[in-house]
């Protein structure tokens, strides 16, 4: 069983950029696909972005498509997301999660996955 730690969270101003982090303990992460998603408050969760297990195949939800980047190393048994140019909209709390896969296509549902981290905040003011 895989742990997962969300940290990198804040509040930050409109426009500005923030990265957060998932590490991975009890398993390496090398073998699992991961996703990021977000929730924010009366909303459902929802998907952000996708990463398959070697990290060669991505997916975006059309509403960060060009500002977020995923991205992974292995080696570390982490995966980031950063995340540019934020809006208030994007204020939520973010959440990773890991399913072990060799598959090369991303995962973009939330049942698909089997581990979730505990999230972190993140605040855009404008």
């Known amino acids: 069983q895989v742990q997962l730690v969300e940290s990198g969270g804040g509040l930050v101003q409109a426009g500005d950029s923030l990265r957060v982090s998932c590490a991975a303990s009890?398993?390496?992460?090398?073998?699992?696909?991961v996703g990021w998603f977000r929730q924010a408050p009366g909303n459902e969760r929802e998907f952000v972005a996708a990463?398959?297990?070697?990290?060669?195949?991505?997916r975006y939800a059309d509403s960060v498509k060009g500002r977020f980047t995923i991205s992974r190393d292995n080696p570390k048994n982490a995966v980031y997301l950063q995340m540019n140019s934020l809006k208030p909209e994007d204020t939520a709390v973010y959440y990773c999660?890991?399913?072990?896969?060799?598959?090369?296509?991303?995962?973009?549902?939330?049942?698909?996955?089997?581990?979730w981290g505990q999230g972190t905040q993140v605040t855009v003011s404008s």
């Open positions: 999660a890991g399913r072990r896969s060799l598959s090369t296509v991303p995962m973009v549902q939330s049942n698909e996955y089997d581990y």
């Open positions: 009890g398993r390496t992460l090398s073998i699992y696909g």
């Open positions: 990463i398959s297990w070697s990290g060669g195949s991505t």
